[in-house]
T-cell receptor, first 114, second 116 residues
Framework: AQSVTQLGSHVSVSEGALVLLRCNYS??????LFWYVQYPNQGLQLLLK??????LVKGINGFEAEFKKSETSFHLTKPSAHMSDAAEYFC????????????FGKGTLLTVNP | EAGVVQSPRYKIIEKKQPVAFWCNPI?????LYWYLQNLGQGPELLIR????????DSQLPKDRFSAERLKGVDSTLKIQPAELGDSAVYLC??????????????FGEGSRLTVL
């Protein structure tokens, strides 16, 4: 079984400030971890993913996330928020292998204030 | 390259009426997914196809929901009869394979259903 908990359904930051969106996971097997972004009235788009190897992964639009096994976390960060980053962000986990199934968190809505 | 195309984008129906959603995946993507996204929630998998075969439909409420993927390309998701609780966004996604190492999921814009 696997699950994802996103801490904070709504995060508000000022333009230029650090963005930190929290994600904790539960998985009975080594997880594959993902962050997706959903802009208003659009489909989900992959930001970044961790499967194996380097635990710090970089994605599009300046986002990055670090896999911390000891903390079962995969928090998403961006050093400086831009107005265009306003969207809903979903963390997801899968067990990988032949029974790959993606389980999403409930999402965090990011607002960026001018 | 065209993305995942879904239609209709919006649908409003009375309860007990039938409704159908259509999805055209990215060309060459053999895996197709239907997800349900309730307001304030993350997407939840309804069904996954590998080509024409439904390989995971454990979360599909089979008493009123049905899906098909004839010829392993386009797919249709049907609800009959619709209930008030079916109001949600129905997302279609496709990928080249069924593991994250072979690629990411590409999502359509979704079909928003409102049942009155």
């Amino acid at each position: 079984a696997q699950s994802v908990t996103q801490l904070g359904s709504h995060v508000s930051v000022s333009e230029g400030a650090l963005v930190l969106l929290r994600c904790n996971y539960s998985s009975s097997v080594p997880p594959y971890l993902f962050w997706y972004v959903q802009y208003p009235n659009q489909g989900l788009q992959l930001l970044l993913k961790y499967t194996t190897g380097a635990t710090l992964v970089k994605g599009i639009n300046g986002f990055e996330a670090e896999f911390k096994k000891s903390e079962t976390s995969f928090h998403l960060t961006k050093p400086s928020a831009h107005m265009s980053d306003a969207a809903e962000y979903f963390c997801a986990v899968s067990g990988g292998g032949s029974n790959y199934k993606l389980t999403f968190g409930k999402g965090t809505l990011l607002t960026v204030n001018p | 390259e065209a993305g995942v195309v879904q239609s209709p984008r919006y649908k409003i129906i009375e309860k007990k009426q039938p409704v159908a959603f259509w999805c055209n995946p990215i060309s060459g993507h053999n895996t197709l997914y239907w997800y349900l996204q309730n307001l304030g929630q993350g997407p939840e998998l309804l069904i996954r196809y590998e080509n024409e075969e439904a390989v995971d439909d454990s979360q599909l409420p089979k008493d009123r929901f049905s899906a098909e993927r004839l010829k392993g390309v386009d797919s249709t998701l049907k609800i009959q009869p619709a209930e008030l609780g079916d109001s949600a966004v129905y997302l279609c996604a496709s990928s080249l394979g069924d593991t994250p190492n072979t690629g990411e999921l590409f999502f359509g814009e979704g079909s928003r259903l409102t049942v009155l």
